[in-house]
């Protein structure tokens, strides 16, 4: 290595320095962040696991009576909110429900437990595995502790309380406890408890122990393991004894009191398990538990450490297989996408042909029309040519007519002309007079021409504001 | 009665290799928030969890930049009152400036009011001291990403350590020539490219050459020079937590940073009492008096108030950064051998 080799030297500080305030940093980061703790409880129908979580914990979870008959067992978790002075705990209970209650307790009881276990340490460890992850955000599932309720038989263990916890105490923090202690006598207690424990013993079964590494901590956990299994009594009901109200069960014969260290074990429990170790039992989990799980599920998977010399890394393969997981998803989103726009596209067309059709149709229809109008006119052209034909005729005869009356009376021209001119105003203005219907439909219109030289021409020419009709001559 | 919870039937959370039924487990389970009735000790934990950190002890690495002469080792020394730098001043040492940045990592143990920690020093001499100082934040920058790496190595193996031990640099304290004008080329050349990687803290050396004033105007025109070119130092904006750190953090941004320090290992009396400081004719300069300049300031940030978080910024930021990139760009880990080194340095 080209840097230089640590040399730790324990040095003396000549001052004050102030990093003794670090416990304090990392811990108001731990407050910020809040904490988990996740607790399953093991044990038959009806042997006092909720009553034991509600007085645990002072309050009620849950509401709803667990039924017998439950084809196999199931896990059910539950999330609270917990909080106490600025300290936020997520905790979630899970229930074994329906364990123990089967005729035949064979194999279909352990293995949902184990998978349900399982399940949050492959959920922890695929987020670790992740390329982008984010672990210090990650609501931790893992079991941090699993309270094992053994029927209070007085005699000894059943089969498949051992069956059971040899399975699980490779994976989890078991704690023995023994429910509704209130039902055994003190003297079998004591017996009952030794019974218990030699049997885990010469089972092979490894419970938890309370770590006596920390002096701090070491004695009062050493003499909690020496009372192991705990033999609890839970109640969420108060009687009154003395001036107090306490939690406890009332009997003919007295009154067993929960908080009681010389009746039950309850304050031992909740101490253990909460007020003293509860931080040793999520690092137990994480460092221990997780990692053997980590460390199995890897090898499973066929990857191997390598020792410091020798090149390849072990998870090669997986981070191979991840990075093309990632970008078969980013791959299969980006199709997605196309497609959508590819789809929307189409559609637009599709549209956009359909109106083109619309327009057309119309247009066709238009052309239709206009032409229809157009030969329309032309037919009403024709008829007023027609007309005007016949009219011009008419006059031929009628000067011709004229022309020889006038030599015939030569002295009245002025009442001819006044004639003329009243037959023209007449006609002019009586335009209900239907002298000819051209000239009716020329004075209606009230139009005049301004640059065409025929009337024809005019009405042809759209062009001209036509504002009163002019007629020369020629017309007339 | 009591709260009523809503179950959330909900698929595994990621992807499972094998195909199997998939169990009723807890994604996102709802929380209800449960009223207690009496004490049940849950705020207990807060002393379990200081107990245990306490006993594990804590790593800190810090690494000092600057050309020589800017009184590096004697601040890291000030800053843990001990010396934990070998001082280079005094020209009496056989040691020559070196020709290339050397990296010179020293670790010691220091215990505070039960609180062990592990100090590790990280010394580079030779940077900024040639003519030619192109590309001198290289060596730097590798040694960064090889700590990154080590972890991750670990991190990665199937039977791994309990506590996998941390050389990565948490804080880098960059020291600025107190020239009065504004920042050499070299300057934001380094803190440009390292501050992608590393928590950089700008700090301005030999404060006691410059008057108030002067120091007042060069700090505004360092902050707008690091501004101006996108240089994020730390505290970086993007990861305020809250709106409460974000004030914190904006008030130390904006007016304290960067920290006009000066650094002495000499005690003096001053005033009946004995303080660090600096003897000139002109009078004594106490490192401690906040009139004087700002070291009381740094120590504070970095040690009493900010440690635990230029840890967690450089574990849950840098590292993750480091790692995601790794992991992509190669599709996985490939063995580091000396050619690929190079090769990784070229990709990241």
């Known amino acids: 290595s080209p840097y230089q080799n640590e040399e730790k030297r324990n040095l003396s500080l000549g001052g004050h320095v102030g990093f003794d305030s670090l416990p ?60 106490e002075s600025n300290v936020h705990l997520k905790l979630t209970i899970v229930d074994a429900v329906g364990f123990g209650d089967q005729i035949n307790k064979d194999e279909r009881q352990v293995p949902p437990i184990v998978e349900y276990i399982d399940t949050q340490f492959e959920n922890y460890l695929q987020e670790e595995l992740k390329i982008r992850r984010s672990l210090f955000n990650y609501h931790d599932t893992r079991i941090h502790v699993c309270l094992y309720f053994i029927t209070p038989t007085g005699h000894s263990l059943k089969s498949l309380d051992l069956v059971t916890m040899k399975k699980l105490d490779s994976k989890v923090n078991i704690i023995p406890i023994i429910a509704k202690a209130d039902t055994i006598s003190k003297s079998e207690l004591h017996k009952f408890k030794i019974k218990i424990m030699s049997e885990l013993v010469s089972n092979g079964v490894q419970i938890y122990q309370f770590p006596t590494d920390d002096e701090a901590v070491a004695e009062i956990n050493s003499v909690m393991n020496a009372h192991l299994p705990f033999a609890v009594v839970g109640s969420t009901e108060e009687v009154k004894v003395g001036n107090k109200l306490v939690r406890a069960r009332q009997y003919p014969w007295g009154v067993v009191q929960v908080e009681n260290e010389s009746h039950c074990d309850f304050v031992k429990l909740r101490e253990m398990l909460i007020r003293v170790n509860m931080e040793d039992l999520r690092e137990q989990t994480h460092t221990r538990h997780y990692e053997l799980y980590r460390r199995c599920k890897l090898e499973e998977m066929g990857f191997k450490d390598t020792d410091p010399d020798s090149q390849p890394f072990s998870l090669q393969e997986t981070y191979e297989t991840k990075r093309k997981e990632f970008l078969g998803e980013l791959q299969r989103k980006e199709e997605e996408m196309r497609q959508m726009f590819v789809n929307k596209v189409k559609e637009t067309e599709a549209e956009l042909k359909e109106k083109e059709r619309e327009l057309h149709e119309k247009f066709e229809h238009l052309k239709r029309i206009h032409q229809e109008e157009k030969r329309k006119v032309e037919e009403k052209r024709k008829e007023l040519e027609d007309e005007m034909n016949a009219f011009n005729r008419r006059k031929v005869a009628v000067e011709t007519l004229q022309s020889q009356s006038l030599q015939a009376t030569s002295q009245q021209p002025l009442k001819k002309d006044k004639d003329k001119k009243n037959r023209s105003v007449i006609t002019a203005n009586q335009p209900g007079v239907c002298l000819s219907s051209s000239k009716v439909m020329i004075t209606k219109a009230n139009v005049e021409p301004l640059n065409c030289t025929s009337w024809w021409q005019a009405i042809q020419c759209c062009s001209c504001l036509v504002k009163s009709a002019t007629w020369r001559e020629g017309f007339l | 009665a009591g709260p009523v919870e809503s179950k959330n039937e909900a698929a595994m959370s990621e992807l499972v290799p094998e195909p199997r039924q998939k169990p009723v487990v807890p994604m996102k389970p709802m929380g209800i928030n449960a009223s207690l009735l009496g004490y049940i000790g849950i705020d207990t934990i807060i002393e379990q969890m200081r107990k245990k950190t306490m006993k594990t002890g804590f790593d800190f ?12 080792s004697t601040l890291v020394n000030t800053l843990f009152k001990s010396q934990v730098s070998r001082k280079s001043s005094g020209w009496n040492r056989e040691e020559k400036i070196p020709k290339t940045v050397e990296i010179k990592a020293i670790g010691h143990v220091i215990e505070e009011g039960g609180v062990k920690m592990k100090l590790t020093v990280i010394d580079t001499p030779g940077f900024g001291d040639q003519i030619n100082n192109e590309n001198c934040w290289e060596p730097i920058e590798k040694y960064i990403n090889e700590q990154y790496e080590k972890f991750l190595k670990e991190e990665v193996n199937i039977a791994r350590k309990k506590r996998i031990p941390d050389t990565r640099v948490h804080c880098c304290l960059y020291f600025i020539s107190p020239t009065g004008h504004s920042l050499r080329p070299l300057d934001l050349e380094f803190m440009k490219h390292l501050s992608k990687v590393v928590n950089i803290i700008p700090v301005i050396a030999k404060a006691d050459t410059m008057t108030l004033e002067e120091k007042t105007e060069f700090k505004q025109r360092v902050r707008k020079e690091l501004e101006v070119n996108g240089i994020e130092f730390y505290p970086q904006k993007e990861f305020d937590e809250d709106l409460e750190d974000k004030t914190e953090n904006d008030k130390i941004r904006q007016e304290s940073m960067p920290f006009a320090v000066v650094g002495s290992d000499k005690e003096y009396q001053v005033n009946g009492k004995r303080v660090l400081g600096r003897k000139t004719p002109w009078g004594i300069i106490e490192v401690e008096n906040l009139t004087h300049c700002e070291f009381a300031l740094l120590r504070d940030f970095v040690i009493r108030t900010h440690l635990q978080d230029l840890k967690e910024v450089t574990h849950n930021i840098h590292y993750e950064t480091y790692r995601a990139k790794r992991l992509n760009d190669n599709g996985g880990l490939p063995p580091m051998t000396a050619e690929t080194e190079e090769n990784h340095e070229s990709n990241l």
Do not use: W
């Open chain 1, 24 to 83: 304090d940093q990392l811990v108001s980061k731990s407050v910020t962040q809040g904490f988990s703790f996740n607790i399953l409880c093991v044990g038959e129908t009806g042997i006092g696991k909720s009553t034991l979580m509600n007085t645990l914990f002072n309050t009620t979870f849950e509401t709803e009576e667990a039924s017998h008959y439950e084809s196999a067992v199931r896990l059910r978790p539950r999330t609270y909110d917990l909080q």
């Open chain 2, 61 to 72: 690495n810090i690494m000092v930049v600057g050309q020589s002469g800017l009184g590096k």
